[in-house]
């Protein structure tokens, strides 16, 4: 089963400039952040609570990790729930990916924390995640290009923080257009609502809003 694009929140249907409209099944995406930063985690986990029902319920959710900054009661503050996730934890980068890859191609939606994404590494997960349907997400620490930077993602994202939200900079689109978009984060109401994401026009309009 294939699972339909991941939504992403846009703003009078510009962002993001992808073909599908989202982030599509079937593929792999990474999403980096500064040295020290989960910019890009947070961004992830909002954008998966916020997908909804986008995940159906049969299809389980493996996220794999040596770093373990994965919080579950963290993870439910954001409004993804935990209990819908198989955590393990791997040895090192190698044994993240080989996991991850091992549960795309049964039909798993996965993310793997690691610190380094080799060309092969990416190839094989892309292949993992076509056979068995599911969304793959790779989250890292990593510059905005490195030599290893391969295009069998089917994109690839450099998230930091911006006034109230984030900055997101997608880097490299299989089929559609580099941009840069900003989102804004939602206080949530306790465990009513959670947090979510709202696109804004720019940068400057987040400051200004965070300004008061």
Known sequence: M???????????GAPPQLPQGGLAAGAVHEMRGVEGGFAHLAFLVLLLAQAGGALPGEVPVL??????????????????????????QGRDDAACLASLEVGLRG????IAEVGGLSRLAARRLALAAREGGGWGFVLRHAARRTPQDSAACATR???????GGFRAELLYAKGGRPGVFFYEVTEGDHDKTPPALIAVTEWADMRRRAAG
């Open 157 to 163: 994202w450099f998230i930091e923080p911006a006034p």
């Open 2 to 12: 294939t699972l339909p694009p991941l939504p992403l929140p846009d703003l009078d």
């Open 63 to 88: 996220w794999v990790s040596a770093l373990q900054n994965a919080y579950p009661p963290g993870l439910a503050w954001l409004g993804l729930d935990p209990g819908k996730i198989f955590f393990a």
């Open 107 to 110: 039909g798993m939606a996965g």
